[in-house]
């Protein structure tokens, strides 16, 4: 079992372009959160989805920024027209069940996206 | 709402002593609790999670307990050792299913 894979590990925009985050979670495991850690501060929930759905985006910017969980397929977290602001370590974690379950939570080794 | 606090916010010790890592959360409605541990620059690796029936959790050096009633959670580490340097998250999942982190102790073993 690989765990939870995501890639890019590092990822460097220009100012307007489009970034692509992607998340492969482990095998059996059909939920997915997506979080974002800015420079010296603590992880900060994005959104949570389930395949095919959004179940919670609350955590997430209403513009520019984007998520799917598609049947076939990693979870893609999208960034359009990214700012120097969005410059962060993005962190995705999978479980086989909700938190509320039995089973915490993987996480990922991060996508750390500089905006240039 | 979900608040989760750690102290202390950084901590340096010699090695060899034994430590305590504190976190308290403010709903004790929590399913569980999990201590991860991050090193600089890298993703997550989970310690230990601990189920909101049982009181504490072994792996190794590390022992967590919880006190859902006070709304606490130590992580204790035996015999430190200047690899466990690091910073250690707390994590509870809150009623939303949103897990909701501390901001970390950062802790620096010296050798």
């Known amino acids: 079992n690989a765990g939870v894979m995501q890639n890019p590990r590092h990822l460097v925009r220009r100012r307007g372009q489009e970034a692509r985050l992607r998340c492969s979670p482990m095998k059996g495991h059909s939920h997915v959160y997506w979080y974002r850690q800015l420079p010296e501060e603590g992880l900060k929930f994005m959104v949570y989805?389930?395949?095919?759905?959004?179940?919670?985006e609350s955590g997430m910017p209403k513009e520019r920024f984007s998520a799917e969980f598609p049947k076939e397929g990693p979870s893609i977290l999208r960034i359009q027209q990214v700012v120097r602001g969005d410059s962060a370590a993005y962190f995705c974690?999978?479980?086989?069940?909700?938190?509320?379950?039995?089973?915490?939570?993987?996480f990922g080794s991060g996508t750390r996206l500089t905006v240039v | 709402k979900q608040e989760v606090t750690q102290i202390p916010a950084a901590l340096s010790v010699p090695e060899g002593e034994n430590l305590v890592l504190n976190c308290s959360f403010t709903d004790s409605a929590i399913y569980n609790l999990q201590w991860f541990r991050q090193d600089p620059g890298k993703g997550l690796t989970s310690l230990l999670l601990?189920?909101?029936?049982?009181r504490e959790q072994t792996s190794g050096r590390l022992n967590a307990s919880l006190d859902k009633s006070s709304g606490r959670s130590t992580l204790y580490i035996a015999a430190s050792q200047p690899g466990d340097s690091a910073t250690y998250l707390c994590?509870?999942?809150?009623?939303?299913?949103?897990?909701?982190f501390g901001k970390g102790t950062r802790l620096h073993i010296l050798p």
């Open positions: 974690a999978s479980s086989p069940t909700s938190g509320t379950g039995a089973y915490g939570y993987t």
């Open positions: 994590a509870v999942p809150n009623r939303d299913d949103k897990i909701i």
């Open positions: 601990i189920q909101s029936s049982q």
């Open positions: 989805l389930q395949k095919e759905n959004i179940i919670d």
